[in-house]
């Protein structure tokens, strides 16, 4: 049953009472603080916390809320957010809608409408890792690049694929990247040539967000990863095409991926998602052991990516769903895990492109457009093989059922030129 709240909550919105994502936010007065949001309206949890309303709990958040990150709070633990998620379903529940005392300091202290409040970076990205876990995305790209028969490499149905990426350069949703420079191998030249990429690409990823930490040589079992795990985050991870085919062998992208890769500004615990898991694909293969997991790891979330060109209209390039991921989120941390590698609250690991079986559904330009071939037509007319310089991308997503919605916001930056 849907739970109802004294906050207007807009039809179709993301945020139901239901949700209650965390970010940090700050506002006009230059304050950063803890938040959740419920509709349109942000919630300063540090304020909520000063009126009392968590007083006497098991747990004192009082600390956590002021940092200028969540990775204090997210080190609480799951027992802490379930306690906090419970207090705020219950304050926030039509039918406790507070007196006109306590509503005029929730007011001017607490409520906010979402759009007055800054977010910022809800975390400090302290190791990140990428995968390649769609088998769509990997068999389109193995067929664009290698032999159309034999498509994926012999490691791929064995073992979530990835790699170390680039902490520093993670940013929040509404930074603007500039386009990369570096060295590309121009068609039929004997030698490389420096300047700005030519083939800027998205990928549509997800990240989740890891909530616990470990020792080194201290491995995750698959069946416990889910302990580990904080929540969701939409994830577009910025390609520079070009400069990556010239560059990735023999150890893998460098340049190409480290300029700048972005992130929604809010995250949805596991819990808000629970109503929404779907079992993954069969996998064939059987897995060795470790990376073996039962009942259901995937979630159904629906994912779209926009292009708005400048002073231009939006436009729906892609239609996928994280419920196609190969490799689920258990898989990947035990297998990043296995050989003993310590892993940190606040630690970030991104899905890689999730690609669907329909055209419509691939995940990145590289893939809708064939590297190219089959550009793709806007509605002001003109056309893209990958993504322009002053381009907005543009990434959603929520997942449905029964009438409940859970979504994430919006993902999104916009293209500058590269530095001349």
Known sequence: MNIKSWIEIPAGSDFPIENLPFGIGRNRGGQFAAYTRIGDTAVNLSALDGLGVFAGMEFDFSVAFRQPVLNDFIAM????HRVLRNALQAFFAAGSKPDAILMESLTEKVLFPAASVEMLM???????????????????VGKMFRDPANALLPNWRHLPVGYHGRASSIVVSGTEIRRPRG?????????P???????????????????????????????DAEDYIFGFLL????????????????????LSKNFGSVVSPWIVTLEALEPFRVKGPEQEPAVLPYLRTEGLRNFDISLEVLIRPEN????????????????????????????????TTGDLYASGTISGPEPGSYGSMLELTWRGANPIRLSDGTERK????????????????????????ECTTKILPALT
């Open 77 to 80: 633990g799951k027992a802490a």
């Open 122 to 140: 809800p975390v400090k990205v302290t190791d990140y890792t990428d995968f390649y876990s769609s088998i769509e995305h990997a068999t389109n």
């Open 183 to 191: 060295q590309t191998l121009p068609a039929g030249a004997d030698a």
């Open 312 to 343: 231009g209209a939006e436009n729906v390039v892609c239609r996928s769903n994280f419920r196609h991921m190969y490799w689920n989120i258990c898989q990947q941390l035990a297998h990043h895990t296995v050989n003993g590698c310590n892993i």
């Open 235 to 254: 994830f577009n991870d910025l390609s520079a095409r070009d400069i990556q085919s010239w560059e990735y062998v023999p150890l893998g992208p460098f």
């Open 193 to 223: 040539v420096f300047g700005p990429g030519k083939m800027l690409d998205f990928e549509l990823e997800m990240a989740f967000v890891v909530g616990r930490s470990t020792n080194l040589g201290e491995p995750v079992a698959a069946a």
């Open 386 to 409: 990958f993504v322009n310089d002053h381009d907005t991308v543009i990434i959603r997503g929520y997942a449905a059922k029964d009438g409940l919605r859970i979504g994430f916001g």
